[in-house]
């Protein structure tokens, strides 16, 4: 099997999540850029048009795993790229309404509200609310509970609450407990607030 196989590369990519988990994190950058250098350069010797969507999309996973990596060490600038990349990808042969591409906006809008970019953070987790809905996901209650983080975060009190209950009520729709129990708690910050108002 040759090295830039899908397979050994998907296998490339599992461990170097498993080494970013260890904090192993020369090995898991290693292995990162291993798997997207690898299928940039199918890309680029045969064109994206020329590939499979099985390539292409292990590419967009490859920058995807990546950016979650670079989120966690803080990287917020890379892991913003990465995600874009990823999106854009996704967005491409999956279409915007596509659980995928739903995540992927979501992951952008939450980078965006670390790096304090409001307005950013808004569009992008708004695009992740109508990606979601179009796709039925059962994550569309989180990515409301996320926006109406952001709107809490830029003291938009009456907006915040608006998007904490609709993710409440989405939430216990699509029974899915961690979004219920995150948009409890936003709810529960709104009310503290307001009654140091």
């Given amino acids: 099997m040759a090295e830039d196989d899908n397979a050994v590369v998907e296998i490339s990519l599992k461990l170097a999540s498993v080494y ?5 994190y020369e ?12 299928q940039e350069d199918k890309i680029k010797k045969y064109g994206e048009k020329n590939l499979d969507e ?17 989120l966690n060490i803080k990287k917020y600038d890379l892991a913003k790229k990465h995600f874009v990349k990823a999106y854009e990808m996704s967005e491409r042969i ?5 659980e995928q591409t739903a995540v992927l906006l979501n992951d952008i809008g939450s980078v965006c509200s670390l790096q304090k970019d409001y307005t950013e953070a ?9 990606a979601a809905r179009e796709c039925k996901s059962l994550d569309i209650g989180s990515f409301y509970v996320n926006l109406g983080t952001v709107y809490l975060q830029q ?6 609450e608006r ?9 216990k729709k699509m029974e899915n407990k961690d979004a219920t129990e995150e948009a409890k708690i936003c709810l529960e ?7 140091k108002k």
């Fill in 20 to 24: 970013a988990s260890m904090f192993d």
């Fill in 27 to 38: 090995k898991a950058v290693e292995g990162f850029q291993f798997c997207i250098a690898t």
């Fill in 54 to 70: 099985d390539t292409l999309l292990l590419w967009a996973m490859s920058m995807d795993w990546y950016a979650r990596f670079l």
């Fill in 94 to 98: 999956n279409g915007l309404g596509h």
């Fill in 122 to 130: 808004i569009e992008y987790l708004e695009k992740a609310i109508d």
């Fill in 155 to 160: 003291s938009m009190i009456a907006e915040a």
């Fill in 163 to 171: 998007c904490c209950k609709e993710g409440l009520i989405l939430s």
């Fill in 189 to 195: 910050e709104i009310q503290n607030l307001l009654k």
